[in-house]
């Protein structure tokens, strides 16, 4: 199964231009198998999320982008707003007290900049700072290919990945109807529900495909 990891959707990221119906709608065009729905620090209710899995016949899952002290993780399994969660280490224990999962998103950001290296030595040590950041204690994966990302930024998380020994995921971070289907994650396994999905994504079962080259990082 083809799912995309990362979107955002109104009203819950008010960055983004896309309503629910329009991105299962461009995902099916773009042969995903399910997309999951990670608006920035706003969780939507299951009730609804089950509601638009029935309503439009296709696997939604619900998550949330939590904008951490760490970092900016994709979270699965935690349904409501708890005091303090924007701390890593809180975030980490509520996630595990609901049985989720977290993936740490675009890692470059706040690490790597792309157009401010000559001779590959800034590159180098951006690295460096990166591996050593507290985020990748948190994370059960990482997100090696964002369809907003640069090439030379998705190389740069793919780098920490092989580096640090993390399964990468894909997701197209899609704020806007063109950005659906860039990127997004393999999984080896049939899933139909939240709880299989943390469960192959925990497991490790799976990985990060760039659907614009239809090939894996």
């Known amino acids: 199964m083809i799912i995309d990891l990362h979107s955002h959707t109104l009203p819950g990221s008010d960055d983004s231009f896309l309503k629910p119906e329009d991105l299962v709608r461009r995902a099916r065009q773009s042969g995903l198998d399910g997309v999951c729905l990670t608006e920035h620090d706003w969780f939507w209710d299951p009730r609804d999320v089950e509601r638009l899995n029935h309503q439009l016949d296709f696997l939604i899952?619900?998550?949330?982008?939590?904008?951490?002290?760490?970092?900016?993780?994709?979270?699965?399994?935690?349904?409501?707003?708890?005091?303090?969660?924007?701390?890593?280490?809180?975030?980490?224990?509520?996630?595990?007290?609901?049985?989720?999962?977290?993936?740490?998103?675009?890692?470059?950001r706040r690490q790597f900049y792309a157009d401010s290296d000559d001779d590959g030595s800034a590159y180098a040590q951006a690295l460096q700072r990166a591996c050593e950041s507290p985020a990748f204690l948190l994370a059960d994966a990482i997100e090696t290919l964002n369809g907003r990302g640069t090439a030379r930024e998705n190389a740069f998380s793919q780098e920490l990945s092989a580096r640090l020994g993390f399964k990468g995921t894909g997701g197209s971070d899609a704020h806007l109807f063109s950005e659906i289907g860039a990127c997004a994650t393999r999984f080896e396994k049939k899933i139909a529900s939240l709880e299989e999905f943390i469960c192959e994504l925990k497991a490790g079962r799976f990985q990060a495909v760039d659907l614009r080259r239809k090939t894996t990082p």
């Open 61 to 108: 899952i619900p998550g949330v982008e939590v904008s951490a002290e760490e970092g900016h993780f994709l979270v699965f399994g935690v349904t409501k707003y708890t005091f303090g969660m924007h701390r890593g280490p809180t975030l980490k224990r509520l996630v595990e007290e609901a049985g989720g999962a977290m993936v740490l998103a675009h890692p470059y």
